[in-house]
């Protein structure tokens, strides 16, 4: 064997005890730290050279390797492999084809992990697939529990590896068998003229991280720490210690000591400049000519001859990029793509359709700004009248491929993902992998299940607990009272869980990441089935997979771009008229009107508590504007303090059309003029490095990249210097404003948008607030059906809807269609597949008996089609969907009992008699707050009443959310409303934003972080809440109104006579009865009803999407 | 009011394989040279224990499998908490 520069290997020199089998986190629940935490241990402890083996899998290898480069530590690579037979040998990658090969046998151990779609089966691979993929790997017989220690199996590796590349692994995790067992096996290698090595097993960087092994080990057993002793390890023995440490612990074994770096020698693979991938296409000689032309056919199409020339110049300045670079063939491919989504959309939509007229798929990202993108297709944006310049995407110095992120319709995606495995077949397209690590609560909820701690106490921490914090004891604390969490088991729960945080929990695939290869990507990078059918995963992220320099593209379903083709679907159904989005007026009037006032509620990206109160002050009134507003509302400009100034600026702009705005720099006027002198896109980080400080436009991207990439904040202080020096260098700026300058740019370290990607977004914000505005129930009708997507669920979006004029028709057996329809006059029908509970078959079962045999006449006639078993009927009566039919739902659930349904028996259907059910006895009319229980807790959608219009008679000094607008700055309030969304942004310094809704409107709270501490739980998990606050109405915020909280408490009919002090109160039945006829909630009736609390619609709720 | 009844342990009785203090020297490594009096021929294994330390009474042993001069078998550990030896057999 010769190393890969042509020398023999075994000239490198090693020397001491090297580390040969090591575990990192990516060995799922057993190893317990990160490969570059492996990686700072073994510098600090003296280690030169140090392997990384994780169990079946090399999903931490490209992290290992690019770590271990940053400490000057030699990286060995290879994998710990489970056999048929349950045992392991630890493998170690000698060469580029034993990479190859390692990547080829994990392959085939996980190819049957997915056989049962239920459960996910353990990695296995045979004796004969070790065999046939033996060269360039040398074996080691395996760990001291599960290792392969009988002669007949030694042999057969021995067969397989020969002697050269086969030692026999001895270790010492101090056992009492121990001694015994490597007596043994010295004995076995004797025999078998074998070398012996000595390895750690290490599964842990410190001691720190012994404690949390031991509970991943009983977390992967679903056991408790005292259930699972057989199964953990005994001591600590394989925490990473230093070379003269091992070798102290193999005094008796001095030979396999040595013999370490003699393997270690023998090893000769770097994952960083040996993988031999290549993207589709690069060989093409062909390509850069077919790209040409293919775009410059499409030239002339696409631009008028005043534009041509501007153009026709960007064209070639593109081509001649993308030829330097190597990329022809790379546009080719997605061009190639395209055409196959546009295949898969013409399946998916049918021919004749309303949506046949829109594109298969739109760009997002910064390939929206190149020319060759909108001419091949993949952009539907012109980036010469949108001012988009190429460098964030294309530039010389490019140092990996560029990214093309792809948007697709829900559906549409699904097909073209199987599609695209088809076309580049299943060993060469591959989804990338994700890896969801532990985050506070799951912490708390497992490992408080490990420690064995009382489960409804867990689950009370759990859900007052903040994500992202790490302070658990302050979560016990405010969940279980102080001085709970300082010491015993809730302490070991604060510890571990702190140790846990950020730790990968298991796989998971990326939304939409795909890679690509010509040569089987399995000799890259091994390849695993993915949970979905038919889809399949590469062990590495999008992170290992950049670094690798494969070629991804992303192909996203966007929830938007699904409505939107259903909405003009559905105008087509409803009026005849067939929309073309890319041709409708870009500037019309209503829809800006309906911008600046902020009413997009259901629309994309603009429709949030933060981007609405934004757009009153920002006032887009035009695409380029409303680019920076979908821009704005980030991490990124909102960490560097863009945010502020520039509405401030927009303002005075709008008041005064010759105010300059200011900028500190001349160099920076053209680079942040467009932005008013603030940083807002990702391209002006690049752009000021560059314009600021002389960076290349490489030096710049760099620049970008270190920002977008996790845990970068070494990588981003290494710029700093650059950038200061630079900056002095390039424009003479002094020292103190070249900070300034890095301030602004290193604030922006959080995630911001390209410019090309907002104006791609921007676009569609536009589209569907025109839609919503001129179709405004098509377009509610559509968001209802494509749910879950956007801000607001889809009972916000029904009671807004409603405040705005649209119909709303409750569920109805007789009128309703499967999904939310609209009617002949205009009205928006709840589907009956809102109505949880009842499976989609018995829906359309039901549908096709009433078309069939004409509207169900009463209920006997609905129970006897047995298209729907009981409790399903009894859910759709309990939703009022049977109202029709019986008069009310007790009535429906009274009939329902007598006319049973058909019933599955042993040996066939027992059909119904279709008796007459009767007359119902006397039974009491449910009330308007049971009615809206019942609704939420069949639909979770409220047509009728909503809960403040029930309870505002009894709420006396409550303000309501339309009298708020009248109120002066300063005034002490009184709100009460059904909480709509809870954030807590990572920006906003503990500050928690709530948007509460009454039957007139919404409106938004801010709860300050000390009222937070206070009420954390009611914050947190209260559907219903009454605030007592300051109204504050921001000068210049456009009529913006916020409640600035001091106190809040929950609000449940049942506390309502508690809250004498705050002027509300609850009739006696007496009143009740007198008020108009209107039934008022008793609390014993609620109370038997569950409350809201049980059946509370879903909201947004501190970015973990929607919960109740 | 009826008298308190208290349950004595039964005088004499223990749970078997108890450990039991031992008097034990050790050289320059720790390791143990002479148990109660019995000097250490031969050391036959050593091993850790480490665990219940979510617990009030963590664990944490360096036990020695030995063999006595006289050819008896002995197994000792040092708590590593407290720092007392102990005998096991």
Redesign the interface.
């Known amino acids: 064997m010769t190393g890969k520069h042509g020398q023999p290997p075994m000239t490198r020199a090693v020397t001491g005890y090297v580390e040969l089998h090591c575990h990192s986190a990516y060995s799922f629940l057993d190893g317990a730290s990160m490969p570059d935490e492996l990686v700072g241990a073994a510098a600090e402890l003296g280690h030169e050279t140090l392997a990384l083996t994780d169990h079946d899998g090399v999903w931490g290898s490209m992290e290992f390797a690019h770590a271990a480069r940053g400490l000057g530590l030699r990286p060995i690579h290879g994998a710990e492999l489970t056999l048929d037979d349950d045992r392991h040998v630890t493998l170690l990658v000698a060469s580029a084809a034993g990479w190859t090969n390692l990547c080829r046998l994990l392959t085939i151990a996980h190819a049957h992990t997915r056989d049962s779609p239920a459960t996910l089966a353990p990695p296995k691979a045979g004796v004969q697939a070790l065999r046939d993929h033996a060269e360039g790997l040398v074996c080691l017989t395996g760990c001291a529990e599960r290792g392969v220690h009988d002669e007949p199996s030694v042999r057969r590796l021995l067969d397989a590896f020969g002697p050269d590349r086969l030692r026999v692994e001895l270790q010492r995790p101090f056992l009492a068998s121990d001694r015994a067992r490597n007596r043994s096996l010295e004995s076995l290698a004797g025999h078998l003229g074998l070398r012996c090595v000595a390895t750690g097993n290490i599964h842990a960087h410190a001691r720190s991280r012994a404690h949390l092994q031991d509970a991943f080990v009983a977390l992967r057993h679903n056991l408790t720490l005292e259930s699972s002793e057989p199964l953990r390890r005994p001591n600590g023995a394989h925490v990473l210690s230093s070379p003269a440490a091992m070798a102290a612990r193999f005094r008796e074994h001095p030979a396999a000591v040595a013999e370490t770096a003699a393997v270690a020698a023998q090893l000769d693979f770097d994952l960083t400049s040996d993988l031999g991938y290549r993207y589709p296409g690069v060989e093409d000689e062909t390509a850069d000519r077919r790209l040409g032309e293919l775009c410059r056919a499409r030239l002339h199409d696409r631009y008028e001859a005043g534009g041509l020339a501007a153009a026709g110049a960007r064209l070639d300045e593109e081509l001649r990029v993308i030829r330097a670079l190597g990329l022809p063939g790379f546009f080719l491919l997605h061009h190639d793509m395209l055409e196959l989504a546009r295949e898969v959309a013409l399946d998916v939509r049918g021919p004749d359709t309303a949506r046949a007229l829109l594109p298969p798929g739109r760009g997002r990202g910064s390939s929206v700004s190149s020319i060759v993108c909108y001419l091949t297709g993949l952009s539907h944006i012109d980036p010469i009248s949108s001012g988009l310049s190429m460098g964030r995407f294309l530039n010389p110095e490019l140092s990996s491929v560029p990214d093309i992120d792809l948007d697709f319709p829900r559906d549409i995606r699904e097909v073209l993902i199987r599609r695209v495995h088809e076309r580049y077949g299943h060993d060469r397209a591959a989804l990338v992998a994700t890896f969801p690590s532990f985050r506070s609560r799951a912490a708390i909820r497992e490992l408080g299940k490990v420690l064995g701690l009382p489960p409804a106490e867990i689950e009370r921490v759990a859900r007052g607990a903040n994500g992202f914090s790490r302070r658990i004891d302050r979560d016990v604390e405010t969940a279980l009272g102080p001085n709970h969490g300082r010491s015993g088991r809730w302490a070991w729960l604060e510890s571990l869980s702190r140790e846990a945080y950020g730790l990968p929990r298991h796989v998971s695939q990326h939304p939409g990441g795909m890679v690509i290869a010509t040569r089987p990507l399995i000799d890259c990078v091994p390849i695993v089935p993915a949970a979905m059918e038919g889809r399949q995963l590469v062990q590495w992220d999008k992170d290992s997979c950049a670094d690798a320099g494969f070629l991804k593209i992303d192909l996203l379903g966007l929830g938007m771009l699904s409505a939107v083709e259903r909405c003009v679907e559905t105008i087509a159904q409803t009026r005849g008229e067939r929309v073309d989005l890319s041709r409708i007026p870009f500037d019309d009037k209503a829809t800006y009107t309906a911008i600046q006032n902020a009413e997009t509620t259901g629309v994309f990206q603009i429709e949030s508590r933060a981007q609405m109160q934004s757009l009153r002050r920002t006032r887009p009134a035009n695409l380029d504007e409303l680019t920076v507003q979908v821009a704005i509302i980030r991490p990124g400009p909102i960490q560097g303090g863009a945010v502020n100034p520039y509405i401030e600026r927009r303002r005075r702009l709008r008041d005064d059309p010759d105010y300059k705005p200011p900028c500190l720099h001349p160099s920076l006027e053209s680079v942040l003029r467009e932005t008013l002198g603030t940083i807002i896109f990702q391209d002006q980080v690049m752009e000021v490095a560059q314009a600021f400080c002389g960076f290349s436009p490489g030096e710049a991207d760099g620049l970008r990249r270190a920002m977008s990439r996790k845990r970068s904040d070494a990588a981003i202080a290494r710029y700093r210097d650059r950038f200061i020096a630079g900056a002095a260098d390039h424009v003479g700026a002094p020292q103190a404003l070249a900070q300034t300058v890095w301030e602004m740019v290193a604030g922006f370290a959080g995630f911001g948008f390209p410019k090309a990607h907002s104006a791609a977004f921007g676009l569609l914000a536009y589209q569907s607030t025109w839609l919503r505005v001129h179709y405004g129930p098509e377009f509610l009708c559509a968001l209802l059906n494509e749910q879950p997507m956007g801000f607001y669920p889809p009972d916000s979006l029904v009671h807004e809807a409603q405040r705005r004029g649209i119909d709303l028709l409750a569920v109805d057996i007789n009128a309703s269609a499967a999904e939310c329809s609209v009617d002949a006059t205009g009205g928006v029908r709840i589907g009956l597949g809102y109505v949880s509970g009842v499976r989609s078959e018995e829906i359309a079962a039901l549908i096709e008996a009433r078309d069939q045999t004409g509207a169900f006449k009463n209920l006997a006639e609905l129970a006897g089609c047995a298209s729907a078993c009981q409790p399903s009927l009894e859910q759709l009566a309990w939703s009022g969907a049977c109202d029709a039919l019986a008069g009310d739902r007790r009535r429906a659930l009274w009939e329902l009992g007598i006319a049973a349904p058909g019933r599955r028996v042993p040996g066939g259907v027992q059909l119904a008699l279709g008796l007459e059910t009767g007359d119902a006895p006397a039974l009491r009319e449910l009330g308007r707050w049971e009615v809206l229980l019942a609704d939420y807790a069949t639909t979770g959608v409220s047509v009728g009443d909503h809960a403040m219009a029930i309870l505002r008679p009894h709420l006396h000094g409550i303000t309501t959310s339309l009298e708020l607008d009248r109120l002066p700055h300063g005034s002490t309030v009184a709100v009460a409303g059904i909480v709509v969304a809870r954030q807590r942004p990572e920006t906003a310094s503990g500050v928690v934003f709530m948007l509460i809704e009454d039957e007139l409107g919404t409106v938004n709270l801010i709860v300050p972080p000390p009222v937070y501490d206070r009420h954390r739980h009611i914050v947190r998990a209260e559907p219903l809440v009454l605030v007592h606050g300051r109204l504050e109405r921001p000068a210049h915020g456009g009529g913006t109104v916020n409640v600035l909280v001091s106190t809040l408490r929950s609000l449940e009919p049942e506390h309502l006579e508690r809250f004498g002090s705050a002027g509300a109160r609850l009739p006696d039945n007496r009143q009740a009865e007198t008020h108009a006829g209107e039934h008022h909630p008793e609390p014993e009736r609620i109370a038997a009803a569950g409350g809201l609390r049980a059946v509370a619609p879903p909201v947004q709720s501190f970015g973990s999407g929607r919960r109740r | 009011m009826k008298p308190v009844r208290v349950i004595k342990p039964a005088v004499g009785t223990r749970r078997l394989d108890d450990p039991r203090t031992a008097r034990v020297l050790v050289d320059g490594d720790g390791t143990p040279t002479d148990v109660d009096g019995q000097p250490v021929a031969h050391v036959?294994?050593?091993?850790?224990?480490?665990?219940r330390?979510?617990t009030?009474q963590p664990l944490h042993r360096r036990?020695w499998?030995l063999v006595s001069q006289s050819g008896r078998d002995i197994v000792v550990f040092r708590d590593l908490l407290g720092g007392s030896w102990f005998r096991h057999r």
Not at chain 2, 44 to 51: A, H, K, P
């Open positions: 036959r294994e050593s091993w850790l224990i480490e665990d330390w979510w009030d036990y499998e």
